[in-house]
C-alpha cells in the first residue's frame, strides 16, 4: 500500500470553482500534515499545515481526519494561479521530522 | 520568509563524472538538511537526513558511496553524484529545518531544486 495516496488527476475547473482534493495515509503514527503545491519543474511550497479542528486560509480549507487516515483541501473561488500540482504530505510519527510526499493532484483551472 | 538556495541550478554532465551541488539556508541555521529526488511525474523520495557535523543517514535503496553528502555548517550541505550515470538524472532538491519565520521547527523550506542530466 502507497504510504501516501492521491489521485493525480488532472481535475480541470472554470475560474470560480470549488475544487476539493483528497488524500489517505498508511502511517498511524503520523503526527503533522501538510499541503504542499509544486509548479511546474519547481520546488515544493508550503501551502498549509492541516490541523486535527481544520483549518482555513483565505480560500483554502484543510481538513485532517485521524480515525480514517484521510485529509482534504478545498479551494473555494479558483484563480488560474491555483493551477499547479498539490502534494498531500505527511511526516513519520512524533519526533519525527522527515516527510512523506504524495505524488500530487494536478489542477488546471481554466478561463 | 526563509530562504533556501541551491546551485546550480541545472548542470549537464558527461557520464562517469561526478556533480556537486551545494543547499545553503540564507536567512537562518538549518539544523538538518534533507536532499530529496524526484524522477518526472513521480512523488519526492528522501534520499537522505543530514544533521550538521554528523554522518548523513540514507533512506533504504540509496547509495551512500555513490551520493556523498557534507554538512559541514549550520547553513550549508552538499550532495556529490559520483561517477554519475545516465540513470541519476533527476531533480534533485534540499530542504532545511531550522528556526525561521514561523519558529516552527517542523517546517522545512525547500531549495529551488537541481536539474541534473547525465549524457
Known amino acids: 500500500r502507497k504510504e501516501v495516496e492521491q489521485d493525480p488527476g488532472p481535475f480541470n475547473v472554470p475560474e470560480g470553482a470549488t475544487v476539493a482534493f483528497n488524500c489517505t495515509y498508511s502511517n498511524s503514527a503520523s503526527q503533522s500534515f501538510f499541503w504542499y503545491r509544486q509548479d511546474c519543474r519547481k520546488e515544493p511550497k508550503l501551502l498549509m499545515s492541516v490541523y486535527s479542528s481544520g483549518n482555513e486560509d483565505g480560500r483554502f480549507t484543510a481538513q485532517l481526519n485521524r480515525a480514517s487516515q484521510y485529509i482534504s483541501l478545498l479551494i473555494r473561488d479558483s484563480k488560474l494561479s491555483d493551477s499547479a500540482t498539490y502534494l498531500c504530505?505527511?511526516?513519520?510519527?512524533?519526533?519525527?521530522?522527515?516527510?512523506?510526499f504524495g505524488k500530487g493532484t494536478k489542477l488546471s483551472v481554466i478561463p | 520568509g526563509a530562504v533556501v538556495s541551491q546551485h546550480p541550478s541545472r548542470v549537464i554532465c558527461k557520464s562517469g563524472t561526478s556533480v556537486k551541488i551545494e543547499c545553503r539556508s540564507l536567512?537562518?541555521?538549518?539544523?538538518?538538511m534533507f536532499w530529496y529526488r524526484q524522477f518526472p511525474k513521480q512523488s519526492l523520495m528522501l534520499m537522505a537526513t543530514?544533521?550538521?557535523?554528523?554522518?548523513?543517514?540514507?533512506e533504504q535503496g540509496v547509495e551512500k558511496d555513490k551520493f556523498l553528502i557534507n554538512h559541514a555548517s549550520l547553513t550549508l550541505s552538499t550532495l556529490t553524484v559520483t561517477s554519475a550515470h545516465p540513470e541519476d538524472s533527476s531533480f534533485y532538491i534540499c530542504?532545511?529545518?531550522?528556526?525561521?519565520?514561523?519558529?516552527?521547527?517542523?517546517?522545512?523550506?525547500f531549495g529551488p531544486g537541481t536539474r541534473l542530466l547525465v549524457l
Open positions: 504530505v505527511v511526516n513519520g510519527g512524533a519526533g519525527s521530522y522527515q516527510l512523506t
Open positions: 536567512d537562518f541555521q538549518a539544523t538538518t
Open positions: 530542504s532545511a529545518r531550522g528556526l525561521a519565520g514561523n519558529g516552527n521547527l517542523e517546517t522545512q523550506y
Open positions: 543530514s544533521n550538521e557535523g554528523s554522518k548523513a543517514t540514507y
